[in-house]
């Protein structure tokens, strides 16, 4: 049964502490009009060798390797830490890795996610266009500030009849600055923005802000009682290995400090979620310096667990510098009224939840921040924001200095 909820929700509980996600279904919930294309979703992992071979050849062909591993060089004092996390952790993530490989439906359904529900020339790609814009040059530029994005709403919103063909249609045009500015779609249905003769599609009930750090404290809310319950944090972090491709700037540790999450966070108190890398340093100075310094209190820990389209998992997970999982850092921020006796109580956060998918584009992580929502203090609708994000969901405000990247119109279908 497990591939009839996927296929609903894009959520699957493959046992009680873990679960398989499609980001793509989980993305649709944001669109009326338009569909996220699995094909350029799924840009990876799904080349026909590693969908061809079966789970088992390719565990043994792992097997292989680990024996060659096995001649593991000594570990620095910093690197016993990062292990011994690494083997709390990993029961865990073979759990979960075994339920999904038990879960034969659910592999079938797996390995045609990225073609999933467009049968050939039925889905329209709906741009052309090979180039992206790159926000951070454009933002850069003294031109900036005139820079202006068009939004279009249709008003034939209310008229989609007659087996949801608009009778009439008639498109209104809002246009406003796109940089350090709040940009919004209140309505219910999504809209198509355009920038430079680049197509964006805008979720429903959604906004960004497009600015550097330094313009950050503009999202700090005005009213005490307007600030955000569930606040996403996907930090540009080093990579210390200057090996490693990196496709937008990174900032030293220390900038993050000043990230004013205390100020952004609603008078009832917020969940914040932070991505964090799986080097010890970085653990040491989250837990040591950057969550005290934000006011936050940790609570769990949950992991994301990346597996190609054949089920398998991305990389050894045994190996020390490219672990196939990544760690979301779970913490509480006091509002001014947590003490008051006026919060609502709240569900205890599980440890170590694991969540499975196959991933996107380079560093882009699943959208889990709705299956937070019932550790989110405070009334629902729960006032979610993301920082550093690089795209829009609907009920969110984006911020970073890239948030329409992945709202280009190349990553859609038109349904
Ligand atoms: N969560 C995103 C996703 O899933 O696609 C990935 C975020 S990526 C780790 C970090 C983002 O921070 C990049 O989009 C990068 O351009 C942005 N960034 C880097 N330096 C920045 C700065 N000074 N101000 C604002 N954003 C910045």
């Known amino acids: 049964m497990e591939e009839n909820q996927l296929m609903e929700s ?19 919930r944001s669109y009326t009009r338009f569909r996220v294309s699995p094909s350029t979703y799924y840009s990876r992992f799904f080349d026909s060798l590693n969908s061809a071979q079966s789970p088992k050849a390719s565990e043994d062909s792992r097997k292989g390797k680990r024996k060659r591993k096995k001649k593991i060089q000594s570990l620095n004092e910093r690197e016993q830490i990062a292990d011994r996390r690494h083997q709390e952790v990993k029961p865990f993530l073979l759990k979960a890795h075994e339920a999904l490989l038990e879960a034969t439906d659910l592999l079938k359904v797996l390995r045609n996610l990225r073609n999933d529900g467009c049968s050939v020339g039925e889905c329209k790609e709906l741009s052309q266009e090979s180039s992206e814009l790159s926000f951070m040059e454009l933002g850069g530029v003294w031109q900036a500030p005139l820079c202006e994005i068009v939004l279009n709403y249709q008003q034939d919103d209310k008229t989609f009849q007659n087996g949801g063909f608009p009778l009439a249609q008639s498109i209104e045009q809002k246009v406003t600055p796109v940089f350090n500015n709040l940009v919004a779609n209140e309505g219910s249905y999504d809209i198509e923005a355009e920038l430079f003769n680049h197509k964006y599609i805008i979720p429903k009930r959604s906004c960004f802000y497009m600015s550097d750090m330094q313009q950050i404290d503009s999202l700090i809310p005005a009213g005490s009682d307007c600030g955000f319950n569930l606040i996403v944090i996907d ?74 389209a054949n089920g398998m998992l991305t990389g050894e997970l045994d190996l020390f510098h490219h672990r196939p ?43 889990i921040g709705e299956l937070l929502l019932d550790y989110v203090p405070g009334s629902m609708p729960a006032r979610c924001v993301e920082l550093f994000a690089r795209e829009m969901i609907a009920g969110w405000t984006s911020w970073g200095n890239e948030p329409l990247h992945f709202q280009d119109s190349r990553y859609f279908v038109s349904k």
Not at 250 to 257: D, E, S, W
Not at 343 to 357: A, E, G, M
Request: hydrophobic share 35%; glycine share 6%; aromatic share 14%.
């Open 10 to 28: 894009g959520v699957s509980e493959l046992n009680s502490n873990a679960f398989f996600i499609d980001p793509v279904r989980i993305l649709n």
């Open 235 to 308: 930090p540009p972090w080093e990579n210390g290995s200057a090996r490693q491709k990196v496709r937008y700037p990174t900032l030293p540790n220390r900038y993050f400090l000043s990230l004013p999450v205390k100020q952004l966070c609603h008078t009832s108190g917020a969940l914040v979620a932070l991505w964090v890398t799986n080097r010890e340093k970085l653990r040491d100075f989250v837990e040591n310096d950057l969550f005290p310094k934000w006011g936050v209190t940790y609570a769990a820990s949950f992991y994301w667990l990346k597996v190609k």
């Open 325 to 367: 999982y990544e760690c979301l850092l779970l913490g509480y921020c006091d509002g001014k009224d947590t003490h008051s006796g006026n919060s609502t109580r709240l569900n205890p956060i599980p440890d170590n939840r694991v969540f499975i998918s196959v991933p996107g584009d380079y560093s882009r992580k699943p959208p």
